[in-house]
């Protein structure tokens, strides 16, 4: 990601856009598979924005490393941790250039961010019989106004589904409700 994306999305931290405290509805559905992870295990929010998912993990009890292009993002998860009495270790990274090692992580979230390039990425850095939940756009975005619009920032119809066939789909939805997102949790085999 090029330094004036950068500088965008620490704009938009920093005007408050994308500043919401509660996590993704979608990520509460992971209680259902609380069986399934490890009690306190390492769980690895990508592209964490202002780190409410991440921070709903460590109040859980996770052992949370999140990360973002934007210093002005991280800044607010860190306060937002601290505000919550929960720790992360927290990381700047470009995300199109990511190294997240092998089998290094229980739980993998990734919301709201859409590089294709780094599916394998995930996939190797998650421990086997670990879960992912990922959530992003889809196509049917282009049906109401608003960000993203560009194809390459939008999942196809059944593209995530596509992207995790070699995992165990857990569970799996495209809505077409205020925006069009596609949302899945799988288990690595």
Known sequence: MSQPERAKWDERFRTGDHVA???????EQLDEYAEMLPKKGRALD????????????AEKGWNVTACDISQEG?????????????RLELFCQDLETAS???????????FFYLERNLIPVLKAALKPQGLIVYKTYSVEQL??????????????????LELFRDFRILA????????GVAQLIAQKP
């Open 21 to 27: 405290t509660q996590p993704d509805p979608f990520l």
């Open 46 to 57: 990508v592209a964490c924005g202002a780190g409410r998912n991440a921070v709903y993990l």
């Open 74 to 86: 991280l800044r607010r998860a860190k306060a937002l941790a601290a505000e919550r009495g929960v």
């Open 100 to 110: 997240l090692g092998t089998n290094c992580f229980d739980l993998i979230l990734c």
């Open 143 to 160: 049906r109401f106004p608003g960000r993203p619009r560009h194809p390459m920032h939008l999942l196809e119809r059944q593209e995530l």
């Open 172 to 179: 799996y939805q495209e809505t077409v409700q205020e925006r």
